[in-house]
């Protein structure tokens, strides 16, 4: 989340208001650590702000492992129902 907040430093000047650099400061937030972080350290995701460390820890990262895994998957489905067709042709073939 995006916070406006008071820094007042109390530099012992008379008050300038809204004019002061310290009085109306935004703040960074993480919505789900809730920690604060520099600007442009936040991600909007499906509307909410999420650190790096939060991003890393919710999403999963793809490695060429998890790209095989699915390939490999996706073939034996393949070859399962093709194997599956040729059984049903098999039974229902009249000879």
């Not at 909410?48 to 460390?53: A, F, G, I, Y």
């Not at 793809?62 to 039974?91: G, I, N, P």
Request: with cysteine; proline share 2%; net charge negative.
């Amino acid at each position: 989340m995006v916070r406006l907040e008071d820094d007042c430093v109390g530099c012992q000047l008379p008050c300038l208001g809204s004019a002061c650099p310290y009085k109306n400061v935004l703040h960074f937030y993480c919505d789900v650590c809730e920690n604060e972080v520099e600007e442009g350290e936040l991600w909007d995701v499906d509307g909410t702000h999420m650190c790096e460390d939060c991003l890393k820890d919710n999403f999963l990262k793809v490695t060429a492992d998890d790209y095989a895994k699915a390939e490999e998957s996706a073939y034996d489905a393949y070859v399962d129902r093709e194997v599956d067709r040729a059984r049903e042709e098999e039974l229902f073939r009249e000879d």
